[in-house]
């Protein structure tokens, strides 16, 4: 089971310092995950300038230019945020008794662990 999920909130914890032009502490929601790679792409966080070239559309308009977009990050550098005391936490998964039309099934669920120092 993943510990990070499309539309979470987490914050960034490596690189370089807000201070000095850097995402260090920013937080922002998981837009995408791409699995095979590792990475995740964070709202607000990591932006690349990126330049499309020239072309034109069906209807005659044109296109192309720079573009700023997120960029992925390694989602080891990120962590989930406690939705109670806004600080990035850890995840753990408990095993919990659900009863749906009843049936009872057993399901694994997501929640924040104690988040005290920052990690």
Do not use: C
């Amino acid at each position: 089971m993943a510990n990070i999920k499309k539309g979470d909130l987490v914050q960034v914890l490596n690189g370089k310092k807000q201070a000095n032009g850097g995402d260090r502490g920013k937080q922002g929601k998981v837009l995408e995950i791409l699995t095979e790679q590792n990475r995740v792409i964070v709202e607000g966080v990591n932006f690349v300038t990126k330049h499309n070239r020239v072309g034109q559309s069906q209807r005659g308009t044109k296109t192309g230019g720079i573009e700023t977009m997120e960029a992925p990050i390694h989602i080891s550098n990120v962590a989930l945020v406690d939705p109670s005391t806004k600080k990035p936490t850890r995840v753990g998964h408990r095993v919990e008794e659900q009863t749906k039309d009843g049936v009872k099934r057993t399901v694994r669920v997501r929640y924040a662990k104690k988040s005290g120092k920052d990690l």
